[in-house]
């Protein structure tokens, strides 16, 4: 499943265009390397999030096409939660 898709059917991102801005931006890695929106994730993939100071890294459990709100967190379990150190 291609990665902009898996964050918006998990919600992670609630929106798929702004999934596929936020990859592009390279704010976004699967297993340590810098993806792109069309980046192919797999299950047990490692995927990093960059969400301003707030870096979330969670691991793929399950991959589905559609998934109700209330079972989207189902599709991935949250490995590590940690803020950046701000830069002046």
Request: proline residues 2%; charged residues 40%; aromatic residues 4%.
């Amino acid at each position: 499943m291609r990665l902009d898709k898996f964050l918006k059917v998990s919600r992670l991102i609630r929106r798929r265009p702004l999934a596929k801005e936020v990859a592009e931006e390279g704010r976004i890695k699967i297993n340590g390397n810098v993806a792109k929106p069309s980046t192919n994730v797999e299950v047990d993939d490692e995927v990093e999030i960059t969400f301003g100071q707030k870096i979330v890294t969670v691991q793929v459990l399950e991959l589905k096409e559609h998934v109700r709100k209330a079972d989207a967190t189902s599709l991935y379990e949250v490995i590590r939660e940690e803020r950046r150190e701000q830069i002046d």
